[in-house]
């Protein structure tokens, strides 16, 4: 499931023992490297690091010997709590690992939080994550938590927009994986209905923004 940071941290809070995986993404890795470190003591206490609790590895190191990972997901630790399996730069390459994964996963095993960089709509580890019902996937957001600074971008816009899916679209910093890609979309925005008075439309969103953060009428319909 997509959730953003705030939904995040609600759900790991309530069902800690039940989610398997968290996927935090996005081209600021100083701040997803943050948010792993307050997803990893939500899961396994502030303690985990001493009691050895956590583990770190590559997806490199995953996808040439899978069966390690597995392995690690079912190892039982000399401490008792949960334990935690990082994997650092993961891509798409290590779909089908995870896949298999969270088909064997149960609730005693060690929760996965896989660290990425910029994933496109298109991604089939974002895709995998997004898809499953226990699962989290959550994009990084350089100012994802200022929503006021959000709203003012978007109303600070000289163009028209009527829609209120495309406006919902705009406003949901899990649609964006970067401040600064939202800014720079919003200016170009502008710029293409700088001589055109009527609102915006779909279309025109579809248009002129990235492939990788274009959305689908699924996706906006999510949003709704």
Partial sequence: MKLNFKELKINLTKNTSLVPLVLIYGSNQSEVKVICDEVTELLCGPKAKEEMRIYKMTESSVVREPENFYEKI??????????????????????????????????????????????????????????????????????????????????????????????RYLKNPKN??????????????????????KPVTYDEIELILPDSLSPTVFELIDEL
Avoid: M
């Fill in 74 to 167: 079912k190892a039982i630790g000399f401490f008792p709590g949960q334990q935690v399996l990082i994997v650092e730069n993961a891509t798409d390459k290590f779909t089908k690992t995870l896949e298999n994964a969270l088909k064997i996963w149960s609730k005693c095993d060690a929760a996965i939080i896989l660290l990425s960089d910029k994933l496109r709509v298109t991604s089939s580890l974002r895709k995998l994550v997004e898809g499953h019902k226990t699962a989290i996937c959550t994009a990084v957001f350089d100012e994802q938590r200022d929503t006021e600074k959000i709203n003012k971008a978007i109303n600070s816009l000289a163009c028209t927009i009527e829609d209120a899916d495309i406006i």
């Fill in 176 to 197: 964006f994986d970067s401040y600064s890609s939202f800014s720079k979309l919003l200016e170009k925005l502008d710029l293409y209905k700088l001589s055109d008075p």
